[in-house]
């Protein structure tokens, strides 16, 4: 099964500066998807940015970027610029491709991001 | 359009009482998906359908627990007698197809009291 792992409870983040979120998980595939996800105080999860395992650009979404380093099974979430509506719950997830759970999120226990003004 | 809807918001049940939680999907989508947030922990799959078909209940954590989706839309999540280990947020998500983006809706904090 995997497992997903989120080692930093909280963290906080001057406004406007940078912030990295880790995040490392265990699979024995070779092919899955990951994700961050946001989860303001509302509790309304979105997805800020997704992961393809076959690619090897990280992907970025405007200020969100991550730093995926497959062999390490290493995911983290780079904030630039924070904001004060970036402070929230942020999960780290991961979706097999194939299988009879490739529909199902694994997540992570999520870091509290708070933003000081 | 409209975003995954779930009623009630908040729920509290004294113990060995049942409960229903509702999620209304985004129009057209397929696929749903229950998980469980207890406090301070990411969210637990417990149930997947596929229209009205559910395919996966290998989350569900005990025979207590029982969801359906009778015309592919509207799922409700039913608890039986309920206990205080069930306390939690219950999310509802829904996506295009089993593969798609899956699109959260608010939650219902469950206190059992």
């Known amino acids: 099964a995997q497992t997903v792992t989120q080692s930093q409870p909280e963290m906080s983040v001057q406004e406007a500066e940078t912030v990295t979120l880790s995040c490392t998980y265990d699979?024995?595939?070779?092919?899955?998807?990951l994700f961050w996800y946001k989860q303001p105080p509302s509790r309304q999860m979105i997805l800020v940015i997704r992961?393809?395992?076959?690619?090897?650009q990280n992907a970025t979404e405007n200020r969100f970027s991550v730093n995926f380093q497959k062999a390490a099974k290493s995911f983290s979430l780079k904030i630039s610029d924070s904001q004060l509506g970036d402070a929230a719950m942020y999960f780290c997830?991961?979706?097999?491709?194939?299988?009879?759970?490739?529909?199902?999120?694994?997540f992570g226990k999520g870091t509290k991001l708070s933003v000081i003004p | 359009g409209a975003g995954v809807s779930q009623s009630p918001r908040y729920k509290v049940a004294k113990r060995g009482q049942d409960v229903a939680l509702r999620c209304d999907p985004i129009?057209?989508?397929?696929?749903l998906f229950w998980y469980q947030q207890a406090l301070g922990q990411g969210p637990e799959f417990l149930t997947y359908?596929?229209?009205?078909?559910?395919?996966?209940k290998s989350g569900l954590p005990s025979d207590r627990f029982f969801a359906e989706r009778p015309e592919g839309s509207v799922s409700t999540l039913k608890i039986q007698r309920t206990q205080q280990e069930d306390s939690a947020v219950y999310l509802c998500?829904?996506?295009?197809?089993?593969?798609?983006?899956?699109?959260f809706g608010p939650g219902t904090r469950l206190t059992v009291t």
């Open positions: 699979t024995s595939e070779s092919d899955y998807y």
């Open positions: 359908f596929q229209n009205e078909a559910q395919l996966d």
């Open positions: 997830a991961y979706r097999s491709l194939s299988g009879a759970g490739s529909y199902q999120l694994t």
């Open positions: 129009s057209g989508h397929v696929s």
């Open positions: 998500a829904s996506s295009r197809d089993r593969g798609r983006e899956q699109y």
């Open positions: 992961q393809e395992a076959y690619k090897q």
